[in-house]
């Protein structure tokens, strides 16, 4: 009993080092600018797994994802694909455009597009038009 008493009443403090401690570096994360991406599918009545699939990417990610329809009459209707492209492109904050179809007219609405805004990501799927064309 002696022998705990007087190694639990220990009053001496601990010996301390003088050694410096090693700061761990600081990692600086870049400031993340607002983006959005836009997405171009077909109406439910051409192919409902791309509108639902880009319903789900809005459900998921909220306003960054940008969503429109190209007209169910396409191929005669590609003034109204290229301005709705065009309308996506005028908000500032979106970086990209991913075309789940590149119908005929996407050439066309990238190449507008490019006239003001050439930083702008296109993805081009399936394509409808002539793929050279498509990759320029």
């Known amino acids: 009993m002696l022998i705990f008493s007087s190694v639990a009443c220990r009053t001496a403090t601990p ?3 003088d050694q410096p401690t090693e700061e761990m570096p600081v990692e600086v994360q870049p400031e993340v600018k607002p983006y959005k ?3 171009m599918t077909g109406t439910v009545s051409q192919g ?3 509108y639902q699939e880009a319903m789900n990417q809005i459900a998921k990610y909220g306003d960054t994802i940008v969503h429109a329809t190209y007209p169910d009459n396409f191929s ?10 065009v ?13 789940v179809q ?3 007219g996407a050439a066309a ?5 490019r006239e003001t805004r050439p ?3 296109f993805v081009a799927g399936v394509p409808a038009e002539d793929p050279p064309i498509i990759a320029e």
């Open 15 to 17: 010996e301390t080092t």
């Open 37 to 39: 991406i836009g997405i």
């Open 48 to 50: 409902e797994e791309e």
């Open 76 to 85: 005669s209707e590609t003034e109204t694909t290229i301005s709705q492209v």
């Open 87 to 99: 309308q996506m492109a005028s908000d500032p904050e979106v970086k990209a455009i991913v075309f």
């Open 102 to 104: 590149a119908i005929p």
């Open 109 to 113: 609405a990238i190449e507008k597009v």
């Open 119 to 121: 930083d702008m990501l």
